[in-house]
């Protein structure tokens, strides 16, 4: 589209309303798909565990943690894509995309013997699911005038996030059935009790675990085809975006920059430590962006004036409270799950506590999607809040309801992992989790709000982009850190260490947004 100024008002309600909103309702499955292939393997590797595939709890941790970190990293390009490639040509191409890992992971679970490095790589690509957030707010934000930014982001994001939740819900359900018949291959018995939405499923039931990636097969063709027919480049956004086939290369190489540092952030995860992994693979990230031929070299400089902006970094801090928490725990509660309530503490012959399984264990598979359909559901309630009251507020609110209920967690952890009987703790130990979700779903509507008012048109979608990517590492930060502290057999200081983040951003919050003198008032 040649002409775009949601700021007219006149133009809004003749034209530029009926057109958004098309592009918007476009969006929002295309990114729950994004999210539901990109967090899968919080629920496929509690069922590996559970089918008996010959891998360690330390393994299926590293593979919910190399797609978080791919994902992340992804976003980074992503950030960047669509005034570089335009809107349409830039969704249409990332929905597609996901075609690859939805395929790639339901053929290698057809066999426990796959290699582990098989399942690395497909981990690794099923982050484009979650570097396409980046492109997709970045792209509605464009759309809609600064008075609808919380809606209009909250809804994007928010039903966005349900893919999450629609993940965890439907994939239980389909590794029931044999919903593609002999091309899907054949079951495999449990070892262990699983469970779905609707009930406990006992130790040798044939459950068909390729359909937890093979699923989404059935939603991403049509949904590729309603982005390229129904969305808009837009010119006053992209000036330049070439043929489809210039704009495809484009993105193309940029998610092959993502890919290849994100590679190189795995190999330096393994050698050192997570802590130098994520600044590694960020650093070289924009560094290969930076670095990039051709015409996209000054597009891209010319977006990197983001970083000169304070209030780029205080929002990013601010949104990985949110964000980051969201997705954090939506990697890592299912297999948390597992792990703490499938044992209990016993007393061996010689008189030394060891833990042993859990008989009654509730079923992760039937619980854990509960906090992020709550989080997802009430995250445009936080925008729409946001839009009435303030968004810095809001976000002061819930950061402060975060550092409560993340040390009251950590504290019911500590118990259950010790305890004899830990279904004694299960269920404060599912509300506490979801009250959290709840919390950072909220914030994450009061953060959308705040950027679409601190920055201008140019900057904010960047800014969107660059912050999510950031805070996305929360999906690589959380099943890291709880999964190493439970093998620890420390669950609870995990928690604590996020209670103190979260305090952190309560100052961080009020000395920008809320004191006297602040940067911008309660944007």
């Known amino acids: 589209m040649e002409h775009w100024d949601v700021e007219d008002t006149a133009f809004w309600e003749t034209h530029g309303g009926r057109v958004a909103n098309r592009n918007l309702w476009i969006s929002i499955p295309s990114l729950a798909m994004g999210f539901a292939i990109w967090m899968m393997w919080g629920m496929i590797t509690t069922q590996m565990q559970n089918l008996g595939f010959p891998f360690t709890v330390d393994q299926l941790f590293t593979l919910t943690a190399i797609s978080g970190l791919s994902g992340a990293t992804l976003r980074i390009p992503a950030s960047f894509m669509i005034r570089i490639a335009g809107g349409r040509n830039t969704i249409f191409l990332t929905t597609a995309l996901l075609m690859i890992p939805a395929l790639g992971t339901g053929l290698a679970l057809m066999n426990p013997q796959t290699p582990f490095w098989v399942f690395q790589a497909l981990a690794l690509l099923s982050g484009i699911g979650g570097g396409n957030f980046a492109c997709s707010m970045s792209n509605i934000s464009t759309f809609f005038p600064k008075a609808q930014q919380g809606y209009a982001l909250g809804m994007n994001a928010g039903l966005g996030n349900f893919g999450v939740t629609t993940m965890q819900i439907l994939v239980p359900l389909v590794m029931t059935v044999g919903l593609f018949g002999v091309l899907a291959g054949a079951p495999m018995p449990l070892q262990s009790t699983s469970g779905t939405l609707i009930g406990r499923i006992e130790a040798g039931t044939d459950a068909w675990i390729q359909n937890a990636a093979l699923i989404w097969l059935v939603f991403l063709i049509p949904l590729a085809l309603a982005c390229w027919f129904g969305m808009n480049n837009l010119r006053t956004i992209t000036p330049q975006p070439g043929s489809p086939a210039s704009a495809f290369g484009k993105i193309l190489g940029f998610y092959g920059v993502g890919i290849v540092t994100s590679v190189v952030g795995v190999l330096t995860l393994g050698w050192i430590s997570m802590w130098v992994a994520l600044p590694v693979t ?170 679409g008012v601190i920055f201008d048109t140019q900057q904010k979608g960047p800014v969107l982009g660059w912050s999510s990517a950031i805070a996305a590492y929360g999906a690589f930060i959380a099943p890291q850190v709880i999964g190493g502290q439970i093998k620890a057999g420390t669950p609870e200081l995990a928690m604590y260490g996020f209670a103190v983040f979260y305090a952190l951003c309560l100052v961080v919050n009020w000395w920008f947004y809320l004191r006297s003198n602040a940067y911008v008032k309660n944007p």
């Open 282 to 451: 960020i650093l070289l990230t924009l560094a290969a962006l930076r670095s990039l031929p051709g015409n996209i070299k000054p597009a891209i400089q010319q977006q990197f004036s983001i970083f000169s902006n304070k209030h780029t970094w205080s929002m990013t801090v601010l949104y990985i409270l949110t964000f980051g928490s969201f997705i954090g725990f939506s990697a890592a509660l299912p297999l948390s799950i597992n792990v703490i309530f499938g044992n209990m503490m016993d007393v061996a012959a010689d008189g030394s506590l060891i833990r042993v399984p859990n008989p009654d264990a509730p079923s992760a598979l039937t619980w854990s999607w509960m906090g992020a359909f709550v989080g997802a559901l009430i995250r445009p309630v936080g925008g729409w809040i946001s839009d009435k009251v303030g968004g810095s507020i809001v976000t002061q609110i819930i950061s402060a309801i975060m550092v409560v209920a993340s040390i009251a967690t950590g504290y019911v952890m500590m118990l259950a992992y010790n305890a004899a009987d830990p279904n004694q703790y299960f269920w404060i130990f599912l509300a506490l989790f979801i009250v959290m979700f709840a919390a950072s779903g909220i914030g994450n509507g009061s953060t959308f709000r705040s950027i």
